[in-house]
T-cell receptor
């Protein structure tokens, strides 16, 4: 089984709809992240969480919200989807390892199309 | 502030040729980490390597090698004797100890290896 799973893997929705993307991990990591990928822009950070009670905005958080329901679960919500939120969304997890070194491991991604 | 630049948008080579992907980063911090990730056509992001700012040793892993030069703020990646399976988008990324380890990604370089 994959260490980091995302559901759904593909989603088509309409403008104005509320949608939730879910991420679960079995790696036991404390830190979780949500990114979006757009062609030619690489990945950009939306939100991140260092533990259940710690939520932080990334560089492009407007229009998004998150919920850290448990150490293993981190959900991303689009309260009212708009077409420019069409993108590939990635969840990632990490653990602050020995010496402060950290590596983020990514889920398989969710392709979202907003019509 | 942190920034990663991958100047090459696309590279196309014939199988067995070597290919070098350039990555230039910007930061004023002295403690940082550099990464390369691979995104094959299936879409997932695969971690390839992490290098910290205090370790300038080059690294080789099979056909992959990395050249880290602090003097030029570069962390270049070479695939030797490329194969069709190397076709993917490759991302360089940077994270800072003093910025919550948030990853900043370059825009990515698409490598196409033709048989």
């Amino acid at each position: 089984d994959a260490d980091v799973t995302q559901t759904p893997r593909n989603r088509i929705t309409k403008t104005g709809k509320r949608i939730m993307l879910e991420c679960s991990q079995t790696k036991g990591h404390d830190r979780m992240y949500w990114y979006r990928q757009d062609p030619g822009l690489g990945l950009r950070l939306i939100y991140y969480s260092f533990d259940v009670k710690d939520i932080n905005k990334g560089e492009i958080s407007d229009g998004y919200s998150v919920s850290r329901q448990a150490q293993a679960k981190f959900s991303l919500s689009l309260e009212s989807a708009i077409p420019n939120q069409t993108a590939l969304y990635f969840c990632a997890t990490s653990d602050l390892g020995r010496g402060g070194q950290e590596t983020q491991y990514f889920g398989p991604g969710t392709r979202l199309l907003v019509l | 502030a942190q920034k990663v630049t991958q100047a090459q948008t696309e590279i196309s080579v014939v199988e067995k040729e070597d290919v070098t992907l350039d990555c230039v980063y910007e930061t004023r911090d002295t403690t940082y980490y550099l990464f390369w990730y691979k995104q094959p056509p299936s879409g997932e992001l695969v971690f390839l390597i992490r290098r910290n700012s205090f370790d300038e040793q080059n690294e080789i892993s099979g056909r992959y090698s990395w050249n880290f030069q602090k003097s030029t703020s570069s962390f270049n990646f070479t695939i030797t004797a490329s194969q069709v399976v190397d076709s993917a988008v490759y991302f360089c990324a940077l994270t800072l100890l003093n910025n919550d380890y948030k990853l900043s990604f370059g825009a990515g370089t698409t490598v196409t290896v033709r048989a």
